[in-house]
């Protein structure tokens, strides 16, 4: 499973021009452990719960609907803020469904405020998520 994580992350921080990426599980619509994460070339596989309240991962299991939000790194991983800061930094956030349609997980990109994505890394991005969530 760790091999699995480690190449989901390098092809979502690869697609998402970042070098800071985590990828965290949510079970019972609450956010419950960090599957793992990217952090300029290093892999952690952080042992210690995350909690949503008060950050933007709270908005994505209530909404379940991929967004843009400031972001700050905390413990080395990338973290959706629900309030705008000005750190030239963003945090791409994707839903992970299951084949029931259930939130299972979401993956967080730090990305540079002002860069977009084109549509077609938007779209590969959403065909990796659904191969990450089959896995």
Excluded at 10 to 34: H, M, P, R, W
Excluded at 37 to 44: E, R, S
Aim: aromatic content about 6%.
């Amino acid at each position: 499973m760790e091999q699995l994580i480690r190449q989901a992350l390098s092809t979502l921080a690869d697609l998402g021009y970042s070098e800071q990426v985590a990828i965290f599980g949510v079970k019972n619509n609450q956010i419950n452990k960090v599957l793992g994460g990217l952090n300029k070339g290093k892999f952690l596989f952080p042992e210690k719960p995350i909690f949503a309240k008060g950050t933007a991962l709270e908005k994505v299991i209530a909404t379940k609907q991929m967004g843009t939000y400031s972001g700050a790194i905390i413990d080395s991983l990338p973290i959706p803020l629900t309030e705008k800061i000005q750190n030239g930094q963003d945090c791409l956030c994707l839903p992970l469904f299951n084949d029931m349609k259930q939130l299972i997980g979401i993956a967080v990109i730090m990305q540079q405020k002002g860069i977009p994505l084109s549509d077609c890394r938007i779209q590969s991005m959403n065909i990796i998520r659904n191969l990450i969530c089959a896995a």
